[in-house]
């Protein structure tokens, strides 16, 4: 004879049963990923401009220097004029820079040009944990500027001891201060950072 009082049914048996029991299953549950926060994802865009302006500054820099070099053999020569309009004039002239950008802080003996590699990888260093932290596109491709030019110098200065310089810009019989293209990669990022830094607004609801 049947029970007339049959056992309530179990938890997840009957009508919707199988469903609940699915849902509350944690192989059913979907994995919730947080999206990047906003520090990470501008410290990705930050190094994907700056870094391959990086590396494209530091191979035009070393490519010019080998021409320089090996191919003009300016430190033979020592003197190419290039151009000559009215009272300005651009040549190529051989000047083995053993301070820092424009001459700044030169010296011979080998303790002054590892010193001064030495200081231009840690800036290099900092500079690329700038970028990381870059929030906007000009910064960014900026700080590769001068990243660019800091290891072409920190090469020169490994190889050889001091910087293969050769622009020779002058106007009126006054010249400018003999420089590379590392040089002017570190004078150009260095006012755009500048500019940035005075001109910049600040964003909406800040």
């Given at each position: 004879?049947?029970?007339?009082?049959?056992?309530?049914?179990?938890?997840g048996?009957?009508?919707?049963?199988?469903?609940?029991?699915a849902?509350?299953?944690?192989?059913?549950?979907?994995?919730?990923t947080?999206?990047?926060?906003r520090?990470?994802?501008r410290?990705?865009?930050?190094?994907?401009?700056?870094?391959?302006?990086?590396?494209l500054?530091l191979?035009?820099d070393q490519f010019?220097?080998?021409?320089?070099?090996?191919?003009?053999?300016?430190?033979?020569?020592?003197h190419?004029?290039l151009l000559?309009t009215?009272?300005f004039?651009?040549?190529?002239?051989?000047?083995?820079?053993?301070?820092?950008t424009?001459g700044?802080?030169?010296?011979?003996?080998?303790?002054?040009?590892?010193?001064l590699?030495?200081?231009?990888a840690?800036?290099?260093?900092?500079?690329?944990?700038?970028?990381?932290r870059?929030?906007?596109r000009?910064v960014?491709g900026?700080?590769?500027?001068?990243?660019?030019g800091a290891v072409?110098?920190v090469?020169?200065?490994l190889?050889?001891?001091?910087?293969?310089?050769?622009?020779?810009?002058?106007a009126?019989?006054?010249?400018?201060?003999?420089?590379?293209?590392?040089?002017?990669a570190?004078?150009?990022?260095?006012?755009v950072l500048?500019?940035?830094?005075?001109?910049?607004?600040?964003?909406a609801?800040?």
């Open positions: 004879m049947a029970d007339p009082n049959p056992p309530p049914p179990l938890a048996e009957g009508r919707g049963g199988g469903a609940a029991a849902r509350d299953s944690p192989a059913a549950t979907p994995l919730l947080s999206p990047p926060k520090g990470e994802e410290g990705v865009h930050g190094l994907r401009l700056g870094l391959p302006i990086a590396a500054l191979v035009l010019s220097k080998w021409w320089i070099l090996e191919v003009a053999r300016l430190p033979e020569v020592r190419i004029p000559s009215g009272p004039g651009l040549d190529l002239t051989m000047v083995w820079n053993r301070g820092v424009f700044l802080l030169s010296g011979d003996g080998p303790m002054n040009h590892l010193i590699a030495l200081l231009a840690v800036i290099a260093g900092l500079l690329l944990r700038w970028m990381a870059a929030e906007t000009p960014a900026a700080l590769g500027a001068v990243v660019g072409g110098n090469i020169d200065r190889r050889f001891g001091a910087v293969a310089d050769f622009v020779d810009a002058h009126w019989d006054w010249h400018w201060y003999v420089f590379n293209l590392a040089d002017a570190i004078v150009c990022g260095v006012a500048l500019a940035d830094a005075l001109f910049r607004r600040p964003p609801g800040a």
